[in-house]
């Protein structure tokens, strides 16, 4: 069965670093999504990306983020410095369409230290 | 802001029994409505879900319920298993938004033998 795949699975960095999430939507979707959960909180939408740009984001999605899709496989977030509080699980998701069922990956774990 | 509200933390139910897992939503421009379950350490995996247009949708032990006027939907898991044991997640989207998921805190069910 098609899947999210997102690595690494778990990433620890510096604060004020830089990190790059990487994922692999299911291949004939076409939107792509990143979420959080921070420990003990709800997922939290962060961004959504259709047909080459960002259709919708979040105030959390602040100018310290970016998303990419290099090719035609790869859906990338990027950190550009690193603050304690963006330690969370962040989560991939894609979908087929607008209105239809988002599909999430495993997550990967970021740890600010 | 809590557009989404799943206001019991956690649930207890018996092995065959029925589980019924409530969500309450404030914004009436909501209008595509999921569940997602998820275990520890993984992605949210999507249950089941319901358009405005409905008030029902059935897919095997899985029931969704969507009440307009009460702004309220609930999910039916009926009987009830030990592997339905995780935390249930409601989730909402307006149509216009870039389909972002605002996501309940979510209910922890627990179906003991």
């Known amino acids: 069965e098609p899947e999210v795949t997102q690595t690494p699975s778990h990433q620890v960095t510096q604060m004020g670093q830089e990190v790059i999430l990487r994922c692999v939507p299911i291949?004939?979707?076409?939107?792509f999504y990143w979420y959080r959960q921070i420990l003990g909180q709800k997922v939290e939408f962060l961004v959504s990306?259709?047909?080459?740009?960002?259709?919708?984001k979040s105030e959390i999605f602040d100018d310290q983020f970016s998303v990419e899709r290099p090719d035609g496989s790869n859906f990338t977030l990027k950190i550009r410095s690193t603050k304690l509080e963006d330690s969370a699980m962040y989560f991939c998701?894609?979908?087929?369409?607008?209105?239809?069922?988002?599909?999430f990956g495993q997550g990967t774990r970021l740890t600010v230290v | 802001d809590q557009q989404v509200k799943q206001n019991s933390p956690s649930l207890s139910v018996q092995e065959g029994r029925i589980s019924i897992l409530n969500c309450d939503y404030t914004?009436?421009?909501?209008?595509?409505f999921l569940w997602y379950k998820k275990y520890p350490a993984e992605g949210p995996t999507f249950l089941i879900s319901?358009?405005?247009?409905?008030d029902k949708n059935e897919d095997g032990r899985f029931t969704v319920f969507l009440n307009k006027s009460a702004k309220h939907l609930s999910l039916h898991i009926v009987p009830s298993q030990p592997g339905d044991s995780a935390v249930y997640f409601c989730?909402?989207?307006?149509?216009?938004?870039?389909?972002?998921?605002?996501f309940g805190k979510g209910t922890s069910l627990l179906v003991t033998p």
């Open positions: 998701a894609s979908s087929e369409g607008g209105n239809t069922e988002a599909f």
């Open positions: 291949s004939n979707h076409l939107y």
């Open positions: 990306f259709y047909n080459n740009e960002i259709s919708e």
């Open positions: 914004n009436s421009m909501f209008d595509y």
């Open positions: 319901i358009s405005s247009i409905k």
């Open positions: 989730a909402a989207s307006p149509q216009d938004s870039g389909y972002a998921l605002n």
